[in-house]
């Protein structure tokens, strides 16, 4: 096929390496959105660096209106952490017959979350002939990882997860939804209070689309349906990080004062109902000069299994997992299709177009209707075509 044309929703921090990875593996940048004022009509190398581009930031409200005027093979969308937030962005993509990715935290399974506009989503999108997931760093990290750790296990009794990051690195979006910067009393009333509640009462706002999760809420229902898990309970648990001296926020852009809130940790425990217990957690703050990401997963059972990675470079890896994905994503059955429904994400060594070329050669030469031949011999698939049907 042809370059892979893509355009960048939100130009902050996060987009200086999705459109940079995504231009170095061949994709073409035709155009580039931003709320921001500041950005709007520069050129986009004001957050990739280096010299002009050739693409100017437009205004987030002339994003459905370029999209039914140009050809968009994808839309990469980095904004902020929540399902109905990005909801209407995703909604013009799929009314509109354009697939996406998005680094959102809860889309990458908002079934469990928000599933009311996940279905409506996922009608829109079919309707449309296109594909709209979420990926990032939990993808490879707290998803197909732990997966395949599991394929090397007889019996999966708990799976134990625990990650940290630094939100300074990601933008002003997920700072606040972590609590940084507030005091302890604010916390408790803006964050913690969402899981002082009762299940039914938990399970009446993910009804209404009103339930605001921890990353690993999604997390761990994308780890159980990757498993074949059947979620019997699920409960969240959310506390604040406090400052031990004062710290200053260049994403906050403010001195976090000893004693208030430099972000929060968040644990998530699943009970299925084969018996595997997962327990994740996600530590999310304004780092002090000495901390540092890491990321540690233990399967208890038979056998055991520990992998811990210290000091990721979470912000580039999950801005590499999302253009590696590009490629599912274009090749996905139509709809909202969450990448535990997708091959695992691998390293892709030539230009993303060749990629989908490849399948496309693939797909021509073999007419026997599965999504992966089994015949040694693609060719031979079109002398038994109705066999193929049949099955």
Same mark, same amino acid.
């Given at each position: !096929?042809? %370059?892979?044309? !893509? $355009?960048?929703?939100?130009?902050?921090?996060?987009?200086?390496?999705?459109?940079?990875?995504?231009?170095?593996?061949?994709?073409?940048?035709?155009?580039?959105?931003?709320?921001?004022?500041?950005?709007?009509?520069?050129?986009?190398?004001?957050v990739t660096g280096g010299n002009d581009l050739g693409v100017k930031i437009q205004n987030a409200r002339q994003f459905n209106k370029f999209l039914q005027e140009n050809e968009v093979d994808i839309a990469i969308i980095t904004t902020t952490s929540l399902f109905n937030e990005n909801y209407p962005i995703y909604e013009i993509c799929a009314k509109n017959g354009v697939n996406a990715i998005s680094t959102c935290e809860e889309a990458f399974f908002a079934q469990n979350s928000s599933p009311a506009l996940a279905q409506k989503l996922d009608e829109i999108a079919k309707e449309n002939g296109c594909t709209i997931c979420g990926s990032g760093y939990q993808d490879v990290f707290w998803g197909n990882l732990i997966s395949v750790l599991g394929?090397?296990? *007889? %019996?999966?009794?708990?799976?134990?997860? %625990?990650?940290?990051?630094? #939100?300074?690195?990601?933008?002003?979006?997920?700072?606040?939804?972590h609590g940084a910067g507030l005091t302890v009393e604010e916390f408790k009333k803006e964050i913690a209070s969402v899981d002082d509640i009762t299940d039914e009462e938990r399970q009446k706002l993910i009804d209404e689309g009103k339930y605001s999760p921890s990353y690993m809420w999604n997390v761990n229902g994308w780890l159980c349906s990757k498993l074949g898990l *059947?979620?019997?309970?699920?409960?969240?648990?959310?506390?604040?990080q406090i400052a031990k001296e004062d710290i200053f926020s260049s994403t906050l852009n403010m001195?976090? %004062?000893?004693?208030?809130?430099?972000?929060?940790?968040?644990?998530?425990?699943?009970?299925?109902?084969?018996?595997?217990?997962?327990?994740?957690?996600?530590?999310?703050? #304004?780092?002090?000069?000495?901390?540092?990401?890491?990321?540690?997963?233990?399967?208890?059972?038979?056998?055991?299994?520990? #992998? $811990?990675?210290?000091?990721?470079?979470?912000?580039?890896?999950?801005?590499?997992?999302?253009?590696?994905?590009? $490629?599912?994503?274009?090749?996905?059955?139509?709809?909202?299709?969450?990448?535990?429904?997708?091959?695992e994400n691998i390293y892709k060594s030539h230009n993303l177009d060749e990629y989908i070329e490849y399948v496309d050669i693939f797909d021509e030469a073999c007419r026997c209707g599965h999504n992966h031949c089994e015949h040694d011999d693609v060719h031979d698939c079109d002398e038994d075509d109705d066999q193929g049907d049949d099955e």
């Amino acid at each position: !096929m042809d %370059k892979i044309k !893509m $355009v960048q929703y939100g130009c902050g921090k996060m987009s200086k390496y999705t459109i940079s990875y995504a231009l170095e593996k061949g994709v073409e940048l035709v155009g580039a959105f931003d709320i921001d004022k500041n950005k709007i009509g520069k050129d986009v190398s004001i957050v990739t660096g280096g010299n002009d581009l050739g693409v100017k930031i437009q205004n987030a409200r002339q994003f459905n209106k370029f999209l039914q005027e140009n050809e968009v093979d994808i839309a990469i969308i980095t904004t902020t952490s929540l399902f109905n937030e990005n909801y209407p962005i995703y909604e013009i993509c799929a009314k509109n017959g354009v697939n996406a990715i998005s680094t959102c935290e809860e889309a990458f399974f908002a079934q469990n979350s928000s599933p009311a506009l996940a279905q409506k989503l996922d009608e829109i999108a079919k309707e449309n002939g296109c594909t709209i997931c979420g990926s990032g760093y939990q993808d490879v990290f707290w998803g197909n990882l732990i997966s395949v750790l599991g394929g090397a296990t *007889h %019996k999966i009794n708990k799976i134990i997860g %625990k990650s940290s990051y630094n #939100v300074e690195d990601y933008g002003i979006s997920l700072a606040r939804v972590h609590g940084a910067g507030l005091t302890v009393e604010e916390f408790k009333k803006e964050i913690a209070s969402v899981d002082d509640i009762t299940d039914e009462e938990r399970q009446k706002l993910i009804d209404e689309g009103k339930y605001s999760p921890s990353y690993m809420w999604n997390v761990n229902g994308w780890l159980c349906s990757k498993l074949g898990l *059947h979620i019997k309970s699920q409960t969240q648990k959310t506390t604040p990080q406090i400052a031990k001296e004062d710290i200053f926020s260049s994403t906050l852009n403010m001195t976090i %004062k000893k004693g208030d809130c430099t972000g929060m940790s968040a644990i998530v425990t699943t009970e299925t109902e084969e018996g595997t217990t997962i327990i994740s957690e996600c530590i999310g703050k #304004v780092y002090s000069k000495d901390e540092f990401d890491c990321n540690d997963w233990t399967i208890e059972g038979v056998p055991s299994t520990r #992998v $811990v990675i210290e000091r990721p470079a979470t912000a580039e890896l999950t801005c590499a997992t999302v253009v590696n994905r590009i $490629v599912e994503v274009l090749c996905a059955e139509p709809g909202y299709t969450t990448t535990d429904q997708m091959p695992e994400n691998i390293y892709k060594s030539h230009n993303l177009d060749e990629y989908i070329e490849y399948v496309d050669i693939f797909d021509e030469a073999c007419r026997c209707g599965h999504n992966h031949c089994e015949h040694d011999d693609v060719h031979d698939c079109d002398e038994d075509d109705d066999q193929g049907d049949d099955e």
